[in-house]
């Protein structure tokens, strides 16, 4: 075998710290190395023409770039290989930047450990072995997890090129945050004249069927192959009878209902549709108030429907659908502001969240879309917004900034000028943050034509002092103490992410940041892909987002489905696993632990033995781990190829000497 | 003695590719300082990780090994982090009868977004392994037998 290595500098990020030069020269010593050199950009159209060539100057077999990680440019090198006419898998990379370069200092470490890392690379590619990939067909049907601006925009996108689409939501209607807004910012567009329409897009399309107050119950399988199975929460009332009349709500005698659309602001009645422009507009009936199932007695709803449309003994129903790729799209919660004691959030009733206030402020909310102390329903003429309550504070474990505080908290100061022309709002901040298109002239609209009054500093307290509230807090840029006596006060809390994030990551095979947020791919060039082939994301479950950036990354996803599913079928990656028939002695081992199903019992001969099913293996080499008898070989990681690496670290490195 | 201050002892590391691969490349893109110590064998899912290859490796040179995973029930393949602990937990107490010291193994789970906690997961491995010492060398030394039963005793 011929073997080429190539040390890449990547400018200064890897030659500062390590002698690339040193690591070519060493590798020319290597077994069955034909050739080795240095290069300042490995990954660039010359440097791949470099390996082009090389291949073809001398004859290569095989090649080994040392450069970045795998995860970054494995793919790359790869279709380079191929260009130069090689299997792409006759490739290996040795990773010096993230593994060494950026991590240490010291010139001859890093050289030593460079050249060591291109050693085990090169023992590995001695045993690599052409592979090629199988096609198999894929579902051309997409399920979007989560109904708020991002799923739906991403449903539509799709629904619309052409797939079938499968919506779940988790509450009862789809909309998300967006819906219970009133107006959003910088435009002052109505919220839901905006929103409205798409979701009744949602609703009538036929391409999309819409599970609402249904929530994800296990995910199996594969890209282009997944099994999702969607629990349908018992709503006690047939949505396929309901019309939405609303009748039951006016009759219903138990008023004492959460009403979570409206944020707890105001209570609502057992049987119950959230919100005038709820989709699906369909009642459910909440039993921890239904009298007929706390008291055994009422049915008044079951009489006054005009469709018999209630029932009573519903129960959760599990339905199984086949989609092909999977977005997630479930968005965020917001903070519990209660977790700040010296606000006294949830002891004193004019403390209340933005979204609160929102609800209030929407024409469609509890108050009609009037301002009213929730304590003694007066209007309120001195209003202070509390900035960053949840957002940039580390010893809460929420260091990051929600993104979008800054501008609601403006555009909720414009509102209250335009509902109470003689109030006068205060906002203490730590930084105004308003990045986007035409935020920043926003704000200053706000201070300039709106007198909001910006004072910058945390509020250290807040207390009642008669039918009023004293906030106290720092004036920064004056360097004193401030009191300002308010009738009410509006907590602008942050985001964090939703309930529930952690087991739907673990259902979905994708990876979660430490405060819960789902991952992408790559930080900067695969926003909304996951490192799960086939999963992607969209919105605020990867991150604190506005409208427009939901909106985007909606978009984005539903194009990155459009693309996956452009084709009729996909190539499986190569990199599975093999039976040596010789020496399976068909204990089943393998077929037991296999995660995915993709191992199964055959009979050779009269005898039994495991087989692959290649299109359904995900290369993860458990098997080959299991294995008593070494029978089950993952390709590209075989038993052989990972005791070579373990070799060339153990036995030959510690030898090589640059001094 | 910190890691960095004596010689470069012969540590090998196997991480997944998904998880635990990340977090040292995120370790690396934050620049995050580590002993040179370790060098990394990435792995599709520390469940394909065969006992073996800790033994091979203690056995043929290593001062330590460090195998690293998605936390448990973050697999990317769903199950292979539980296969792993149950082997790994297996493998560190047969370890003595082997004649290796357990304390030059270990399993860790580091999430691709924690680079922080492999650079300290990394530091304070080096660490112990350098208060280990080198590993009495089974293939290099004629003394090995003996060796083996000493630490095993």
Redesign the interface.
């Known amino acids: 075998m011929k073997i080429g290595v190539f040390v890449c500098h990547c400018g200064s990020n890897i030659a500062g710290t390590v002698d690339t030069a040193k690591v070519a020269e060493a590798a020319r010593q290597m077994p069955e190395v034909a050739f080795a050199t240095d290069t300042m950009y490995a990954c660039s159209e010359p440097g791949q023409a470099g390996v082009v060539q090389a291949v073809k100057e001398h004859g290569l077999d095989g090649v080994v770039v040392a450069s970045c990680?795998?995860?970054m440019h494995e793919l790359t090198f790869r279709r380079t290989l191929e260009r130069a006419g090689l299997n792409r898998y006759m490739f290996e990379m040795a990773?010096i930047?993230?593994?060494?370069s950026?991590?240490?200092?010291?010139m001859q470490?890093?050289t030593?450990?460079a050249t060591?890392?291109v050693g085990?690379a090169v023992e590995k590619l001695r045993r690599d072995k052409p592979l090629t990939a199988k096609k198999f067909d894929i579902c051309k049907r997409v399920m979007v997890i989560g109904g708020g601006v991002a799923g739906i925009q991403a449903a539509l996108d799709m629904a619309e090129g052409g797939l079938e689409v499968v919506l779940v939501e988790r509450s009862a209607t789809i909309g998300g945050k967006m819906a219970k807004l009133d107006k959003t910012f910088p435009t002052v567009d109505c919220s839901s004249c905006i929103l409205g329409p798409k979701m009744v897009d949602v609703s009538q399309h036929p391409n999309i069927t819409l599970y609402a107050y249904s929530e994800v119950e296990s995910v199996s399988g594969f890209v282009g192959n997944f099994d999702v199975k969607v629990r349908r929460k018992a709503r006690y009332v047939n949505w396929e009878a309901c019309t939405g009349c609303g009748l039951c709500m006016e009759k219903c005698p138990s008023k004492k209902a959460k009403d979570d659309f409206n944020e707890q602001i105001g209570t609502t009645t057992a049987i119950n549709i959230p919100s005038p422009q709820a989709i699906p507009k369909k009642a459910k009936i909440d039993p921890e108030f239904c009298r007929q199932f706390t008291k055994g007695k009422c049915g008044v709803c079951a009489k006054i429907c005009p469709s018999g449309a209630i029932e009573y003994d519903q129960q959760d129903e599990v339905v199984g659908e086949k989609v092909g790729a999977i977005i997630a799209a479930t968005g965020f919660d917001l903070f519990d502001y209660t977790r700040y004691g010296e606000y006294g959030g949830g002891r004193y009733p004019d403390v209340i969240t933005s979204i609160q206030y929102e609800r209030m402020l929407s024409a469609s909310g509890p108050t009609g879309g009037h301002i009213k102390r929730p304590s003694d329903s007066k209007e309120p003429k001195s209003i202070v917004f509390v900035q960053c309550v949840g957002s940039r504070d580390k010893s809460i474990g929420r260091p990051y900034c929600s993104g979008f505080c800054c501008m609601y908290t403006a555009k909720q100061a414009i509102l209250t000028k335009d509902h109470i022309p003689d109030s006068q709002s205060y906002v203490f901040y730590m930084d105004i943050r308003a990045p986007g298109k035409n935020y920043d002239e926003f704000t200053r609209r706000g201070m300039e034509e709106y007198g909001t009054q910006y004072i910058r500093g945390r509020v250290s307290m807040i207390y009642p002092q008669g039918d009023k509230y004293i906030v106290r807090g720092a004036d920064t840029l004056l360097g004193t103490q401030v009191e300002v006596e308010a009738d009410l006060v509006v907590l602008a809390v942050g985001a964090e992410s939703s309930k529930g994030s952690?087991e739907l990551?673990?259902k979905l095979?994708i990876?979660?940041?430490?405060y819960g947020f789902f991952?992408e791919s790559h930080p900067k060039l695969k926003p909304v892909e996951t490192?799960?082939a086939g999963v992607y994301l969209a919105g605020s479950c990867q991150g604190p987002k506005d409208i427009p950036s939901s909106v985007g990354q909606g978009s984005a996803a539903a194009a990155k489905v459009l693309s996956l599913f452009s084709r009729s079928q996909l190539e499986s990656d190569p990199?599975v696993s093999m039976v040596d028939i010789k020496r399976c002695i068909g204990c089943g081992k393998c077929i037991a632990?296999c995660?995915?199903g993709a191992i199964e019992a055959i009979d050779f001969r009269g005898q039994p033995k495991a087989q692959v099913i290649e299109t359904v293996c995900?290369?993860?080499?458990?098997c080959?781990?299991?294995c008593p008898q070494g029978a089950i070989q993952?390709q590209h990681?075989t038993?052989n190829q990972?005791?070579a690496?373990?070799?060339a670290?153990?036995?030959q490195a510690?030898e090589v000497n640059f001094e | 003695m910190p890691a960095s201050a004596g010689s470069e002892l012969r540590i090998v590391g196997f991480l997944c590719n998904w998880c635990s691969y990340g977090g040292a490349d995120t370790a690396g893109v934050g620049r995050f300082t580590q002993p040179t110590d370790l060098r990394i064998i990435r792995v599709p899912c520390s469940g394909r990780i065969d006992p073996l290859f800790v033994v091979k490796a203690l056995m043929g040179g290593a001062d330590g090994v460090l195998v690293s995973g998605c936390h448990p029930r973050d697999c990317h393949y769903s199950q292979g982090n539980f296969y792993a602990r149950r082997r790994l937990e297996v493998l560190k107490r047969f370890l003595p009868t082997l004649g290796i010291d357990p304390k030059r193994f270990e399993y860790t789970w580091v999430s691709a977004s924690e680079g922080q906690r492999w650079q300290s997961v990394v530091t304070k491995f080096t660490e112990q392994i350098h208060a280990l010492g080198p590993a009495p060398n089974q293939c290099r030394s004629a003394q090995a037998p003996q060796e083996a039963e000493r630490s095993a005793g």
Not at chain 1, 97 to 100: G, Q, Y
Not at chain 1, 511 to 514: E, F, G, I, L, Q
């Open positions: 990680t795998p995860r990773n930047r993230e593994h060494v950026w991590i240490g200092k010291d470490a890093n030593r450990k060591d890392l085990i952690p990551a673990e095979r990876s979660y940041d430490a991952m490192n799960t990199q632990t995660p995915f995900q290369g993860c080499g458990i080959t781990a299991t993952l990681f038993d990972i005791l690496e373990v070799n670290l153990c036995q510690l």
